[in-house]
């Protein structure tokens, strides 16, 4: 019986593990899809979003959003590139 004690607590704590590893992910998924929102607002704002770059890296982004599971290696730097693109295009004063 101490036996089966033991091997049901290693259970519950690699279970715990997994979700708050899951949980983590999801905050971070859902965090990189917060600020890429915030990105789109501005580039709009800026008048910067028709720019072709910022086109083409906006759907970039969305697309890794959208594809379950969502690669967050590759998101963090598509999204990093979508934000250097719309300050790059507003500071050259690009209109759309």
């Known amino acids: 019986m101490p036996r089966l004690v033991a091997d049901a607590a290693a259970a519950a704590d690699a279970v715990r593990a997994a979700l708050g590893c899951a949980t983590g992910l999801a905050d971070r998924r859902s965090e990189l899809a917060g600020r890429f929102a915030a990105y789109r607002a501005k580039a ?14 906006a759907a ?15 998101l ?6 979508y934000q250097q693109r719309v300050n790059g295009a507003a ?3 690009r209109p759309a």
Not at 63 to 73: C, E, I, M
């Open 91 to 93: 500071a050259e004063g």
């Open 44 to 57: 709009l704002r800026l008048g910067v979003s028709d720019d072709p770059e910022v086109t083409a890296l």
């Open 60 to 74: 970039q982004v969305r697309g890794l959003l959208a594809s379950p599971p969502t690669d967050l290696r590759a």
């Open 76 to 81: 963090t730097p598509a999204l990093v590139a």
